[in-house]
């Protein structure tokens, strides 16, 4: 099956700092969603980005297809931000999805 | 317009009993998936179903474990007989047809003793 792998596994920012995360996927894919893993375990959409790129207030992503990676980009980040950020693929439509490791990501003020 | 929705949120048993998860998907979705998450670890897919269908149950134990989703009423999955190993948090997500976008409910965290 499709494997996904996300790097780094492991993020410490201060408050303040950029980062980018990224997602390496090993086959083409119809879905693709970034997702964040707050401290209470709750799993909040970020983003769904098969392909291109889309913004939403201090986060972006970007989803090159062809090269077979996603990149998640987190801007000025706070304390809030912390948490495991997961990438997951799904192959054709409506098929369950494949997840990474995760990233943990530690903002520090 | 409500979100995924499951319940209970915590659910303790011990050796032996039963566990029963309930997911009511998003208004107007009709596809439903469970996935595991063991502690410090990513998802893992269980199984994935439509109304009074079961799609794909690949990543589900053959054993202990069932799912439905029947034409009214929320979904359930169902372990029988937990040991501690089951001891994770189940997460349940939802989508339209046709519509890739998945979107998960806040999962319900068992605990074996």
Redesign the interface.
């Known amino acids: 099956g499709i494997q996904v792998e996300q790097s780094p596994p492991d993020l410490i920012l201060q408050e303040g700092a950029n980062s980018t995360l990224r997602c390496n996927f090993s086959d083409s894919v119809?879905?693709l969603?970034w997702?964040h893993q707050n401290p209470w375990?709750?799993?909040i959409?970020l983003f769904?980005i098969?392909s291109g790129t889309k913004q939403n207030g201090r986060l972006s992503a970007t989803t090159v297809a062809t090269e077979r990676y996603s990149l998640l980009y987190i801007s000025s980040s706070q304390t809030t931000d912390s948490g495991v950020y997961?990438c997951?693929v799904?192959t054709s439509?409506?098929?369950?999805?494949?997840?990474?490791?995760?990233t943990r990501l530690s903002v520090i003020a | 317009n409500a979100g995924v929705m499951q319940n209970p949120r915590h659910l303790v048993r011990r050796r032996g009993q039963e566990a029963r998860l309930r997911c009511s998907p998003m208004k107007g979705h009709s596809h439903v998936y469970w996935y595991r998450q063991l502690p410090e670890e990513g998802l893992k897919f269980m199984v994935y179903l439509q109304k009074e269908n079961i799609i794909d149950e690949s990543g589900m134990p053959k054993e202990r474990f069932s799912a439905e989703f029947p034409k009214e009423g929320p979904s359930i999955l169902r372990i029988q007989q937990v040991v501690r190993g089951d001891s994770a948090a189940y997460f349940c997500a939802s989508s339209r047809p046709g519509l890739d976008e998945q979107f998960f409910g806040p999962g319900t965290r068992l605990t074996v003793l």
């Open positions: 119809n879905n969603q997702f375990g709750q799993l959409n769904y098969p997961f997951a799904g439509g409506n098929t369950p999805l494949v997840f990474g490791k995760g």
